[in-house]
């Protein structure tokens, strides 16, 4: 592909993987010469309608924005997921699982009917993503290899395994062993284990491995003394929506059966 | 070669005199666990040590490595071919059986060129381990809880001194120019040979069977679905148990471009055999879809197929997967539960 | 003097590909392409069938691929077949004439063909299959007197799935070799066999002691293919496999190809049943 | 000839962070509408609080903003510390500080080369400038990369810190890699340098409008963490009694509310710092103000963006104060400091690169039971249309273009943060 036009779309986000995209010709200035940016509104004023590859942040949070990611979807030929909120819902699906009418009274009190708001999902529950970059932010290293990827011919690939590997290839001392819990056994690697190398626990920003044994992380979460409820907190910090989904699912099958 | 006497007020002189002449690693104490790491004086080593996150293969074989450089039509291998040697300090015995595993592994039918470079450039120096690291390891059984080739220069804790024995001329090289060793006494004979006979009753035979057993209890094992699939029911396929393990190899080759498109490495990275595409192919068919068959595999492989295809057991009793991980799965709990379903003829019922 | 690309390999890097050029390239369907590759001067592959190569595109990574060309044919160049199957199969198959990748190989055992002299032979390829079988096949075929009957059971998912129509039309008019197609699911063209590849096994006679038969195609299909050839009566030892894993290395390090003690890669991918009929992961 | 009718409608203003869209009406000479209406969708991130573990509050809030989410994080562990009487160690404190410059960096650094510059130099953003003057873009780059390893190496990356927690950290840089960052540091002054020698060049906009100025203030610093309230009307206000300084209300044009103190709305952010602390500014960003013509009490908005670049001189020499003495006492490992307490309320509040922030937590038995956050951007914004409809009357004889480019530019220099400042308000507390 000959120098793509790549545009930058925001939704309910917090930038901050835009930011890291800013961030990324700090090391890679040579991205500027590789792609044409024709669209990109934190850093620039040009409006271009031009594009041949989309990458969206943010998830989509009220039902009038849905009309936008579909004209998105319309132009662009790639449509790429920038960082959790788009991928997962991310943090902003958190309020999800509340009460919603209770969420905006909390925080807009008797004036909660002035602003449209509905529950938080990626960008996929409104249009078929191609291709996603997770994290919270996303990785500079893997927005750059993704690029690269498109320029190749091929779709951006994310790793499928968990974070405990790539965490172990670092040669970290596992924060279980540091009297904390961790949510690396079910997460998608890719972030280089950012979190436990910083002593940190993983929060699972980057969204679940495909076929995650969460019962399990679950036990392991209340063997290290988190309570049900706190498990839960503990593993929906971003995985909410995701969450949500699974319990549904088992509700219906349980309905059925 | 013999072995040499070193006083314990000597050591850290000797230390720093290799750390001005080599890259020197060794065990470093992390938020209260240990990691094989650079050394740059005596006083950053912790000989007593219990056990490290990864073993030191790392050195040997590292986490990722670069095979080689492409650019365009030319392509060029990278082979760590050093003057400057790794000298790996305090390695214990288990993780020596371990190298010695590797060793004939990538030495088998094709050598493996970026091993081999890595390993000759790498001088282990071990220690003999007194008692338990860990309460996983069940070295005992394993039979590696002390050795008898391999090492470059192997150190006996004596209380005041250390006795080396001296097992290759890079081991004797380590030791030229130091003046304050000297030649063993009748004592000093004496004093190993007591260290050596007390260090024994200290570790506890952990298996119930005799581990020359192992490959033909788990050949009738293979079949014992109802126990592979408990496993598989509770593992959470994170591959911390391969990555910790100081036997495994696995490996993933990954490439890395600049914007060229036309220049980069293709890079080797460990790889685990727990994680769902690991046996996937194209088409869609993974020949070890369920967790309980890639559970199977790694047991089988560890107690089995090293044995059949090299001669050597290919677990050698660290404890290091069963200490990281998280729902409990041990090669001691693993193989007794085995052994006694054996005995009590569960395989059989399934057949 | 011809170098193996092996020797090249074990100068310096097993895991060091010769860099060659793609020579021909020809769409055999939709998803499959045949490329020619010519090695640099001096160097031959030396395979023989069954086969394979490892094939690097640079920046994107390795996969094992199976030489579709037999070694009889062979002058410094050599072919195969790659359906687009995923990132590596798909930037290939944008890969022009001229363009360069990365070779390792041969690697494998390959067949025996020593061994299938004077014998009858039973080929059963499903899909993709007939990549490696056509090595096979046209060794034979320029050799064809020294062996007995050959017969062919070829099946693919619909018309236009099967591989190397014009060869498999040139195989049909000899009147030494008997070929038997079948799809999944035929079309309005489709005048032939209707039916999965052992649908075509019951209207088969083989003298099944002087029988070897080889079977290549996707993992479901070997245990069915197998009931029947042992139904047949036709000996374990003469029934052949080619036992395609995941591979990373094509040198018996990387762990992917392991079925229980064996490395496919290695001591594969080709197989007799008898090697491997107590290997629970062979098939 | 001046405009008696005009329509200034700028859909989701660029280089800016978050969506906002200026609409200006003039019917007849007179000014009928002048807003800066905020459409950016609602965050909730106070009610997201709500139920949630303690220690989980400034990794949620971070995501309230990928620009100051060092910020963000030190302000929700001031509170939590504050709800929970912890005392972080004299070391916490000097690294949160170091972090905390490198985020004001990164941050103006940003405002200043890649959402302001473009407009003096006539361009619609950096790219094109990388072909015209790489060297501006490079050196950009290259103070931006600093800024952002100050963050890196404490806290594991600047957007969403990680190694920040109640009462400390959770990693520790070693002594190389500090001194590694006094190095670059002292290389970046010529950076620093050339930067104010760049802004002397441009022409800032004429503008006066006189107004209230909040920042934080302490009398050994030029305060960017805890410290008081302090107004250039006069009056200053413990943190905690910070609902009387905002008074948040809601208007219906705008997600993010707006607040008002003495007078009808009040500017924070650096120019309202420089106007209340300038004289505790290290002598080298006194005399970057001096030679970019900033003296307090400066009263035009669009001197922000110099009062920034008078920051970045200042955080880069109080960054190396601050490393000098982290390497002379060596940095040790410590676990942070534990909770007295699982129950109260604490108010935290810092200024973030865009102003004042303040967080108010209430936790009891250790899980977050009501939260309160008040956004710099958000207690800009009346003074913001303030500005606006004082400065439209006085170019309305300009062409359209021209006028939508000032007003364009006025909210820029603002560097408003417009997702952050999108929660909000009146919290009953319980
Ligand atoms: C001995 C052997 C001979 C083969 N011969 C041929 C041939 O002649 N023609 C042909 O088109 N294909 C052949 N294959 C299959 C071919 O190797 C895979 O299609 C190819 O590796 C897919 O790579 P990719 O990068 O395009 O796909 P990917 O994007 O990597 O993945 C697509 C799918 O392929 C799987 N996969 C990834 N790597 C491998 C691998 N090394 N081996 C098998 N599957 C993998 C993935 O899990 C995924 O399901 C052969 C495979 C083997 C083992
Ligand atoms: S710290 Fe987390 S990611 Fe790392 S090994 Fe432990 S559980 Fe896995
Ligand atoms: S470690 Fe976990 S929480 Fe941290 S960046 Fe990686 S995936 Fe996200
Ligand atoms: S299998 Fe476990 S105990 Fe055995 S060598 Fe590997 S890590 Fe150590």
């Known amino acids: ?257 | 070669m013999g072995f040499r006497i070193m006083s314990k007020t000597a050591f850290p002189d000797w230390v720093d005199g290799l750390c001005r002449r080599y890259r020197v690693v060794g065990p470093k104490p992390v938020h209260g666990q240990y990691v094989f790491d650079d050394i740059e004086s005596a006083e950053e080593l912790d000989l007593g040590y219990s056990q490290t996150v990864l073993p030191p293969k790392k050195y040997i074989l590292p986490p990722r490595e670069t095979i080689f450089r492409f650019d365009g039509a030319s392509v060029e291998a990278v082979v760590a071919n050093s003057d400057r040697w790794t000298v790996a300090l305090g390695v214990h015995t288990c993780d020596m059986h371990a190298i010695h595993l590797l060793d004939r592994v990538h030495e088998h039918g094709y050598q493996d060129q970026h091993y081999q470079a890595r390993r000759e450039n790498t001088v282990l120096v071990s220690i003999e381990c007194l008692k338990p690291c860990t309460p996983f390891s069940f070295c005992k059984d394993m039979g590696t809880l002390s050795i008898t080739e391999g090492y470059d220069l192997h150190l006996t804790d004596l209380g005041e001194d250390y006795a080396m024995d001296i097992g290759s001329e890079k081991g004797e090289a380590l030791l030229e120019g130091f003046a304050f060793i000297h030649e063993p006494t009748d004592e000093d004979y004496r004093r190993v040979n007591q260290v050596m006979t007390e260090k024994w009753p200290n570790f506890a035979y952990r298996l119930e069977f005799d581990t020359t057993e192992l490959p033909s209890l788990l050949t009738v094992s293979m079949k014992d679905d109802a126990y592979w699939d408990e496993l598989g029911e509770r593992c959470l396929a994170c591959g911390m148990c391969t990555n910790v393990c100081p036997t495994c190899y696995c490996f993933n080759m990954v490439d890395e471009v600049d914007f060229s498109l036309e220049a980069g490495d293709r890079i080797r990275q460990w790889d685990s055999c727990q994680i769902d595409e690991f046996a996937l192919v194209a088409g869609g068919h993974n020949f070890r879809g369920p967790r309980s068959a890639r559970q199977r595999h790694r047991f089988l492989r560890k107690g089995k197929y090293q044995w059949e295809a090299y001669g050597l057991i290919g677990c050698v009793g660290c404890g290091r997967c069963a200490q990281a991980c998280l729902v409990h799965i041990t090669p001691v709990d693993t193989f007794n539960a085995l052994y006694h379903r054996h005995r009590q003829g569960h395989v059989e019922e399934v057949r | ?283 | 000839m001046t405009m008696q009718k005009l329509k200034v409608d700028v859909h989701h203003v660029t280089r800016v962070e978050g969506h906002g869209n200026i609409v200006v009406d003039v019917e007849n000479g007179e000014l009928k509408q002048c807003e800066l209406q905020i459409v950016e969708t609602p965050r909730f991130f106070e009610a997201m609080l709500r139920g949630r573990h303690y220690m989980d509050s400034s990794h949620i809030t971070s995501r309230i903003c990928g620009i100051c989410a060092v910020g963000h994080a030190t302000t929700s562990l001031r509170a939590t510390e504050k709800a929970l009487g912890v005392t972080p160690s004299e070391q916490t404190v000097l690294l949160r500080k170091l972090n905390f410059h490198g985020e004001i960096l990164d941050s103006h650094i940003l405002h200043v080369y890649m959402l302001v510059a473009p407009d003096f130099l006539g361009v619609g953003s950096v790219i094109p400038l990388a072909q015209s003057a790489p060297d501006v873009v490079l050196r950009a780059l290259r103070m931006k990369k600093l800024s952002g390893d100050i963050c890196a190496t404490l806290s594991g990356r600047h957007t969403h810190p990680i190694a920040m927690t109640v009462g400390g950290f959770t990693h520790y840089p070693t002594n190389d890699q500090l001194y590694q960052l006094r190095e670059r540091l002292d290389a970046v002054r010529a950076d620093v340098e050339a930067t104010v020698a760049l802004i002397q060049t441009l022409r800032v906009p004429d503008f006066e409008r006189d107004t209230e100025y909040i920042a934080l203030h302490k009398e050994d610093e030029y305060c960017f963490i805890d410290g008081e309230i302090a107004s250039t009307d006069g009056g200053t206000w413990p943190v905690e009694r910070y609902r009387e300084v905002t008074n948040e209300t809601m208007v219906p044009h705008s997600s993010a509310k707006h607040t008002a103190n003495q007078r009808q709305s009040y500017m924070v952010g650096a120019l309202a710092r420089f106007n209340v602390n300038h004289d505790k500014l290290h002598p080298k960003a006194q005399a970057a103000a001096t030679a970019l013509g900033l003296k307090a009490k400066c009263t035009n908005s669009y001197m922000n963006s110099v009062a920034q670049v008078v920051e970045i001189a200042h955080c880069i020499e109080e960054s190396i104060e601050i490393l000098d003495t982290l390497l002379e006492r060596g940095v040790e490992p410590e676990e942070p400091a534990p909770a007295t307490r699982l129950s109260g309320e604490g108010v935290g509040s810092c200024e973030v690169p865009r102003g004042i922030l303040f967080h108010n937590y209430v936790i009891e038995e250790g899980v977050v039971v009501g939260a309160n956050c008040v956004i710099p951007t958000g207690q800009n914004l009346a003074n913001i249309e303030a500005d606006m409809r004082s400065l439209v009357p006085s170019i309305l004889d300009q062409p359209q273009e021209d006028i939508t480019k000032a007003l364009e530019m006025l909210v820029r220099a603002y560097d408003p943060c417009i997702s952050c400042s999108a929660h909000m308000l009146d919290v009953e507390f319980v």
């Open chain 1, 1 to 257: 592909m000959s120098k793509p036009k790549v545009a930058f779309f925001e939704f309910t986000s917090c930038e901050g993987c835009q930011l890291t995209v800013v961030d990324s010709l700090q090391t890679n200035v040579e991205l500027l010469d590789a792609i044409e940016i024709v669209q990109f509104r934190e850093a620039m004023s040009e409006k271009g309608q031009d594009y041949q590859i989309a990458f969206i942040e943010g998830s989509c949070t009220r039902p009038s924005d849905e009309a936008v990611i579909k004209r998105i979807r319309e132009q662009a030929d790639i449509v790429v997921a920038l960082g959790s909120c788009a991928d997962l819902g991310g943090i902003n699906a958190i309020r999800n699982y509340q009460d919603l009418d209770d969420v905006r009274h909390y925080v807009y009190g008797d004036k909660a009917d002035w602003y449209e708001t509905y529950p938080a999902r990626p960008i996929s529950a409104v249009v078929p993503v191609d291709a996603a970059i997770p994290g919270c932010p996303i990785d500079r290293n893997e927005f750059i290899a993704a690029v690269k990827e498109v320029l190749q011919g091929r779709m951006p690939q994310i790793p499928d395994y968990p974070l405990c590997i790539e965490c172990k290839l670092k040669g970290n001392v596992c924060v279980y062993l540091r009297g904390k819990t961790c949510l690396g056994p079910i997460t998608r690697a890719g972030c280089d284990a950012i979190c436990p190398t910083y002593g940190d626990s993983c929060e699972g920003c980057r969204g679940m491995v495909s076929s995650p044994n969460f019962e399990y992380m679950r036990i392991v979460l209340e063997e290290h003394g988190l309570d049900f409820e706190e498990a839960r907190a503990k593993m929906t910090m971003f995985l909410n929506y995701q969450m949500m989904e699974l319990e549904q699912e088992a509700a219906n099958d349980n309905a059925k059966a």
């Open chain 3, 1 to 283: 003097m011809t170098l193996l690309l092996h020797d090249k390999l074990e100068e310096q890097s097993i895991y060091l590909p010769t860099v060659a050029r793609i020579a021909a390239i020809r769409d055999l369907t939709a998803m499959e392409k045949l490329y020619t590759i010519q090695l640099p001067d001096g160097y031959s592959l030396n395979n023989r069938p069954g086969q394979f190569v490892e094939v690097a595109v640079f920046g994107v990574g390795e996969a094992p691929i199976s030489i579709s060309s037999s070694p009889s044919r062979s002058n410094g160049s050599f072919e195969m077949c790659v359906r687009r199957a995923g990132d590596l199969t798909g930037v290939l198959h944008q890969k022009k004439v001229g363009d360069t990748i990365g070779i390792r190989g041969p690697f494998g055992r390959g067949f025996p063909i020593e061994r299938f002299r004077g014998k009858d032979l039973l080929f059963a390829p499903g899909g993709l299959g007939i990549a490696p079988l056509r090595s096979l096949i046209n060794e034979i075929r320029d050799d064809r007197c020294n062996y007995g009957r050959v017969t062919i059971l070829s099946g693919a998912r619909t018309p236009g799935d099967l591989l190397y129509k014009d060869e498999l039309a040139e195989w049909d008019a000899r009147d030494d070799v008997d070929l038997r197609l079948t799809v999944d699911h035929g079309d309005d063209t489709w005048k032939g066999n209707v039916g999965v590849i052992t649908t075509l096994f019951p209207d088969l006679q083989v003298y099944a002691r002087n029988t070897i038969a080889v079977v290549i195609g996707p993992p479901v299909m070997y245990r069915y293919v197998l009931m029947e050839l042992l139904g047949k009566g036709i000996p374990e030892g003469n029934i052949w496999f080619s036992l395609e894993r995941r591979m990373k290395c094509g040198v018996g390090k990387c762990g992917h190809c392991q079925m229980e003690n064996i490395y496919s890669c290695q001591s594969g991918p080709a197989f007799p049943y008898s090697e491997i009929k107590h290997i629970e992961e062979a098939i």
